[in-house]
């Protein structure tokens, strides 16, 4: 498993720095299939409305304490995006991962992931769902571990072959 070498011909090639825009994007593709975002943006409105009300309650009635707590919630629910994104990449910079030039193998038989730190071979039987964007692949390896796999990162094959050697080899593949 060597990336330094070059690729058989049909063997699909991913190239890609593991960074915040990958890493990010990841967690965005992940989220988007998730059964209980809508649930999640209708709970946000009905919390930030409820707040608002409240709000508007309090400086009627001239309680300053309630209005600085439910301005300061509601301060937080608007910025939980923005916090959630600064989490997330906060413990990706701890990973010794962080900024790895990867390059990333689909063979017929096994994936392959070569980089500086390590190499790891995968059979195609760890990858329990795939699910096929405009723009790439997403692999999972149970519930909520998951590869974005961006067709803009391809250094050899075919967006085609790779998205037919992925159909071929997982039992749940989608399109999206």
Same mark, same amino acid.
């Given at each position: 498993?060597?990336?330094?070498?070059?690729?058989?011909?049909?063997?699909?090639?991913?190239?890609?720095?593991?960074?915040?825009?990958?890493?990010?994007?990841?967690?965005?593709? $992940?989220? +988007?299939?998730?059964?209980?975002?809508?649930?999640?943006?209708?709970? &946000?409105?009905?919390?930030?409305?409820?707040?608002?009300?409240?709000?508007?309650?309090?400086?009627?009635?001239?309680? +300053?304490?309630?209005?600085?707590?439910?301005?300061?919630?509601?301060?937080?629910?608007?910025?939980? @995006?923005?916090?959630?994104?600064?989490?997330?990449?906060?413990?990706? &910079?701890?990973?010794?991962?962080?900024?790895?030039?990867?390059?990333?193998?689909?063979?017929?038989?096994?994936?392959?992931?070569? @980089? +500086?730190?390590?190499?790891?071979?995968?059979?195609?039987?760890?990858?329990?769902?795939?699910?096929?964007?405009?723009?790439?692949?997403?692999?999972? $390896? @149970?519930? @909520?571990?998951? &590869?974005?796999?961006?067709? +803009?990162?391809?250094?050899?094959?075919?967006?085609?072959?790779?998205?037919?050697?992925?159909?071929?080899?997982?039992?749940?593949?989608?399109? &999206?």
């Amino acid at each position: 498993m060597n990336s330094n070498t070059e690729p058989e011909p049909g063997v699909t090639v991913f190239e890609f720095v593991f960074g915040e825009e990958v890493f990010l994007e990841n967690l965005a593709r $992940q989220r +988007s299939l998730s059964k209980w975002r809508w649930l999640s943006i209708v709970t &946000k409105l009905a919390v930030g409305i409820g707040l608002v009300l409240l709000i508007y309650r309090a400086i009627r009635d001239g309680f +300053s304490p309630a209005i600085l707590l439910f301005g300061g919630l509601l301060v937080l629910l608007l910025a939980s @995006g923005k916090i959630d994104r600064w989490h997330s990449v906060r413990g990706l &910079k701890r990973s010794p991962y962080y900024n790895e030039q990867l390059s990333l193998r689909l063979l017929e038989e096994r994936i392959e992931i070569t @980089g +500086s730190i390590a190499d790891v071979s995968e059979r195609w039987d760890a990858i329990t769902r795939a699910v096929h964007f405009p723009d790439g692949l997403l692999l999972y $390896q @149970g519930p @909520g571990i998951a &590869k974005w796999l961006p067709f +803009s990162t391809l250094a050899s094959g075919s967006e085609e072959s790779a998205v037919r050697l992925v159909k071929s080899k997982v039992a749940r593949f989608e399109t &999206k």
